[in-house]
């Protein structure tokens, strides 16, 4: 039996692990579970599987839970107590924390764990250097969560005798919508993804693209791969997740239900197979569709690519400026398009700086969401 600590329990990727746990009660024994501030959310999950260490970021919360837990839990509360959770030893680690505030963490833990599943895009996109350089010092194996870089990995394992690969895209819920409109969708529409349900910022980003560039660059530094063999294709359906395209054009594809249960269960299994309870009549009564992908009509992709290929802090601090303009965008501060006017204007007049440590990750990271916000107030 493997033990598993859990970083993001309470969001989406962090649930869906679980129920592949509870599939598998023998496989795996949760050792501990962290979260920002769902404590009603962790009690429950607590009660089911039984952690002996548990970390609740918000300190307010974590004191709110801390009279209701028996004495054989160990409670970790806010910042400090994030780090020190990441310190907890298993076998494996499930990262899914959203947005660069699970890097430190990631760093950390890489430590203290054999297998990393990871589910964090913006970790690999601001510092996927450092990441596996330290993985590599650590010996430490990281296993991709998300779809599209987890259908690579389960088409090429550690092979890279291919020709290209693709990632498929299905386009967001605002693919319809013509650009001279899009100043007047609201939040709900923006999340009414067609065929994912994720977490909110992945949702407006998958509407903008801006996920999708961040895919490109984890399969960037997971594989080893230059840009330019790395393409991207348009399937609305979300069947096919990834192809592989072989030097004499032979095209290997992957395909399953837009269900994340199931990159899931092979990160935590892997190599092996475990049966996981998913519908599986999508995959029997399917058609699919592909078509190039119109680049100009995803702006935003473009400055994410472009910036991925300059190699300098771009990256980090489009990646602040996004996860700071989606949050105004959810609080209904600003209108949708007003993302892209701000990271835009970020990208075209952000210092050009090269990075040289993991502290530039960070300091990069706060002077952009400084400027984004001064930006957006403006707009406010």
């Known amino acids: 039996m493997k033990e598993i600590v859990i970083f993001g329990s309470t969001g989406s990727v962090g649930k869906n692990a679980l129920d592949v746990i509870a599939q598998n009660p ?12 769902d404590t009603q959310s962790l009690r429950a999950q607590i009660k089911a599987f039984s952690p002996s260490h548990v970390c609740v970021v918000d300190e307010k919360e974590a004191e709110k839970l801390r009279g209701s837990l028996n004495g054989t839990i160990t409670l970790f509360a806010g910042k400090t107590g994030l780090e020190e959770f990441s310190s907890v030893s298993s076998d494996i680690s499930l990262m899914a924390i959203a947005g660069i505030s699970c890097l430190k963490p990631l760093l950390i833990n890489m430590k203290h764990t054999k297998r990393i599943a990871l589910a964090n895009k913006e970790s690999v996109v601001t510092a996927g250097n450092f990441i596996f350089a330290q993985a590599k010092r650590n010996n430490t194996e990281i296993i991709p969560v998300d779809s599209e870089i987890n259908a690579l990995f389960q088409l090429c394992g550690p092979r890279h005798d291919f020709g290209k690969v693709y990632l498929t895209a299905s386009g967001g819920a605002l693919f319809n919508y013509k650009k001279k409109d899009l100043h007047k969708v609201n939040v709900k529409t923006v999340l009414s993804h067609p065929t994912w349900k994720m977490g909110q910022r992945i949702t407006v980003d998958s509407a903008t ?13 997971f594989f080893n791969l230059p840009y330019e063999r790395i393409g991207i294709m348009l399937h609305r359906e979300s069947t096919i997740h990834a192809l592989v395209e072989c030097h004499d054009g032979m095209l290997f594809a992957c395909l399953y239900p837009p269900d994340m249960r199931i990159p899931i269960a092979f990160a935590l299994n892997y190599p092996t197979r475990w049966p996981i309870a998913t519908d599986r009549g999508q995959v029997k009564n399917f058609s699919l569709s592909f078509a190039p992908l119109r680049y100009n009509d995803f702006p935003l992709l473009k400055i994410i690519l472009e910036a991925a290929r300059r190699k300098d802090n771009a990256l980090i601090v489009l990646n602040a400026c996004d996860e700071v303009a989606i949050s105004y965008f959810l609080q209904k501060k600003i209108k949708f398009t007003d993302i892209y006017k701000v990271m835009e204007y970020i990208f075209q007049h952000y210092p050009k700086k090269t990075v040289e440590r993991i502290e530039d990750v960070f300091w990069w990271d706060t002077w952009a969401r400084q400027r984004t916000k001064e930006y957006l107030e403006k707009l406010c």
């Open 26 to 37: 023998n496989g795996f024994k949760v050792k501990g579970l962290c979260v920002h501030r």
């Open 209 to 221: 693209l801006v996920n999708k560039g961040f895919e490109v660059i984890e399969t960037h530094y």
